[in-house]
């Protein structure tokens, strides 16, 4: 089949059941199916609240403007729109950029992977997690921090098709470092076709590397390519176009946004913004200007190819006012991640946003502190498409090995808490407590042996054994537990089928315009 | 004043202009106040949902019945009110123990400090954290895990006096197993009032220990004992009273909350239960169970003394259905919080639960993540008396001095969490974003100058130096952070002020009553 399981309409009692299930397959090694989600989302803003931050937004957009620079195009794009543009800067009445995306960008869309059953739905009530993107460093405990390399990079990508938890392949997972700039993409891209089947993420640092990246696809899909209800592409990359926040849309970002506009893909146009040196440092501020940038993002995006798969995404968090590093997982971020999450919805379009970050240079309880400070907002907000969900330090400077199991195991919790509970006559379970009684236990009554082995989430690393039987096992930490993991995982590694006329003709696309150019440093 | 700092009607807006004070003061070392939540609860059932577990929580308290054990006078008491009294099996018919709780139990009360300004309402939009309860075991990084003693319990009620974010100095912080079982709530409860002026919990392993505690808390407050306007005492004291669940109270623990509620102090009911072994599998069968050992529990008091002050308490985990230990900071132990807070506010009752929960041993990523997962829930929930904010590791059986100071830290980032985002005009910053302008930096910016202060949240542990700083600095851990933080803090300790003479009545008082009886080990 070619779409994502269909979410079937199911009663609201059964959702502590697929969650049990979905349990079971984890523990089988086999990967938990894209979240839908049976509990609400949570917001921290009224009607009033949210109104009042669409209303600056649009005061941004009115007065100030948001300039698209070196990018003579996009200008022409938005004065045949109607917008008033001054020299590089856009301005556009209030209500312009929201009409023109609810014109034409689809609520929800399918991002097609080369393993049909590994295709996601992006926006509405689910969530998919993918791996975290852009690091020029790895850490482990066996080596420390040092660059990241291409075989870090296929490592990360072997561990995030191994996850459970992860529906997604991700994009830049780290930076292999030992390739010149200007041809890494090609191996990157190629790693997430060989060496996964879920679903990934294209080049977005040069308009020619993102059109490098539709052609690889299309020779992956090959005649799956295009749709033949639409005789349009299907959407089978979704790339991260960052704007250059405040108020800036570069010509780099916007060359790979048209590429991929144009071609049915998908952009997750984002406002990256470290509060206090982007945007203002209060939640309200960060808000209204994340949203502005977005919507003229997302606006442009769709006055390029209307019905493009667009997504808003929000990258929000402070910096240190004593040290000017960016800090994560405090309550600020939090607060940004609710409000964006209900103006995506208001606005009706996928939201990105949240993962598992953290500032912690290492995987210790400052890492983990953050990033369930940012992970459980980020479900409970209703998130669509997690990236940076495993593998984040150090602010996005370091890929962790360990960090990335650990991630792993806190997004498998994520499915459990978005399932709900089991309101099913064996989820309200009275025929236990009557058998029991008072003053017994339940450890051997008849529902607890039918239960217990998909009764609660099982975390593959964290230590629940006596303290004596934790001690005679060398009285280790998480990190050491997730380091045997890792280990483990990438010496079991098998890569999924690759009909290996595709692979020649990948190898062969890339060599042949390797070969065209020379390596650059940039 | 006697009364906790009344929350004065203020509007929504200055939420965030509230808590940059809350910060502000909390960098300048002194405690916060209470939290008085701006942000809504979050809720995982809907009506019909939450009506289902009072259902068979109905069902449980008719058909199957909680046992009073060893304690006639409670069965009279349950006789007297129109219950099937069977043995020592009671049974209700549906609805009638929430109808003796709604006739007298307060909605909401304040627990006096004897400094009235640590004074703490209890219920309603509020929250208050209290340290951990009842570890055998101490860990520090120094000294590893031992035994913990009265010195140990008198750090942590320094501690917890000196820790801004928490706004009670809790009970049995650990167990001072230096001292003679019988004897020891003397000392803890003396620590608790010589080296605090936050308010405390009472002694609840014996009705005369009880009655001890009642009787120092009249010599600690004196003439403000009674309150004038009733004649009655004043709450001064709350006392954590478990179910020894499956549906079953004991002798001890019935009697320590007679002795409490007929001295109108404070009586928290709580089932304590790990799924799986103390209640069914399943979130749904724990809830509907807690909710009738905590209305049976909390409907026992009204019988005992209409009025006195009872907080719903829930303590649901699960255990590990391979060694038997118990697990926390797992899904499932958050979607039973979130539905008995909702069924809490139903009933009208303060709930208590959560706190910062693990199974780890150390304070480690595992310790962090669970913790958090905990403390989250703990606060979206909207839970009002939260017990084990700060100090737990390994499932409650030590106190860690490390993961107090870490715990602490998160306590203090959800005071900015829960009030809520600063929607008025500085809130909002249009000014700033005006005056920086597309493609600048906010760093220098006049908004920013004046409010850089107090923008976010600043941890007074967590690293967020360049990676160069740290490194430099020693690439230390949180724990090790942390460690350095605590006795920093006990060598800085002050104790508050303490009347002289009330402070020798209380010497006589314990001096003449550990005289009056031998030493036991029980």
Chains 1, 2 share one sequence.
Request: overall charge negative; glycine content about 8%; aromatic content about 8%.
């Amino acid at each position: 089949m070619d779409e994502p399981q269909s979410t079937s309409p199911r009663s609201r009692r059964s959702g502590g059941r697929e969650a049990k299930r979905a349990a079971r397959s984890a523990r089988a090694g086999t990967s938990l199916p894209y979240i839908t989600r049976r509990i609400g989302v949570y917001e921290v803003l009224d009607e009033e609240g949210l109104a009042l931050i669409e209303r600056n937004a649009d005061l941004i957009l009115a007065e100030i403007g948001i300039e698209y620079r070196d990018d003579p195009e996009a200008l022409a794009f938005w004065k045949a729109a109607g917008a008033d543009v001054d020299g590089v800067r856009v301005r556009c009445p209030a209500g312009m950029c929201r009409q023109i995306i609810q014109a034409s960008a689809p609520r929800e869309f399918v991002q097609h992977a080369r393993n049909p059953a590994r295709s996601i739905p992006v926006g509405g009530k689910h969530t998919v997690f993918a791996p975290a993107y852009g690091s020029p460093f790895v850490r482990s405990l066996d080596e420390g921090r040092r660059y990241a390399t291409l075989e870090d990079f296929r490592n990360f990508v072997k561990l995030a098709y191994l996850a459970p938890s992860l529906h997604h392949s991700g994009g830049t997972i780290c930076e292999p470092v030992d390739l010149p700039v200007n041809k890494r993409h090609f191996d990157m891209v190629y790693s997430h076709m060989k060496y996964s089947d879920k679903p990934f993420m294209g080049s977005v640092t040069h308009p020619e590397r993102a059109q490098d990246s539709v052609e690889m696809a299309k020779i992956l899909f090959g005649n799956d390519y295009l749709d033949p209800a639409t005789a349009k592409p299907k959407t089978v990359i979704i790339n991260l176009i960052n704007a250059n926040s405040p108020m800036t849309y570069d010509a780099t970002m916007l060359g790979a946004a048209k590429v991929y506009a144009r071609a049915n893909q998908a952009t997750i146009i984002t406002p990256f913004i470290l509060a206090g040196a982007m945007s203002p440092v209060t939640v309200a501020g960060t808000a209204a200007q994340t949203l502005a940038e977005a919507l003229s993002g997302m606006a442009f995006v769709q006055l390029v190819a209307p019905g493009a798969p667009v997504v808003l995404g929000s990258f929000a968090s402070s910096i240190s006012m004593q040290s000017g590093a960016p800090t994560f997982g405090t309550p600020e971020p939090a607060l940004v991640l609710y409000a964006m999450a209900a103006l995506a919805r208001r606005l009706g379009v996928p939201f990105r946003s949240g993962g598992a970050l953290c500032g912690a240079k290492i995987p210790d309880a400052q890492a983990a502190f953050e990033s369930a400070n940012t992970l459980v907002p980020t479900c409970l907000a209703g998130v669509n498409f997690v990236l940076h969900t495993a593998g984040w330090l150090e602010g996005g400077l370091a890929m962790g090995y360990e960090k990335f199991v650990m991630d792993v195991d806190q997004a498998g919790m994520m499915h459990t808490l978005l399932a709900g509970i089991d309101l099913s006559e064996n989820g309200q379970a009275m025929d236990a407590i009557r058998e029991v009684g008072p003053g017994k236990h339940f450890l051997g009554c008849a529902h607890t042996q039918a239960n217990f082995e998909t009764a609660f989430y099982r975390s593959p690393i964290a230590d629940n054994n006596s303290y004596e039987q934790w001690e005679a096992e060398g009285s280790l930490d998480l990190a050491q537990r997730a380091n045997a993991s890792w280990k483990k995982q990438l010496a079991e590694y098998e890569a999924p089928p690759l009909d290996p006329a595709v692979d020649e003709a990948l190898r062969d696309y890339i060599e042949r315009r390797k070969a065209s150019f020379p390596d650059s440093k940039f």
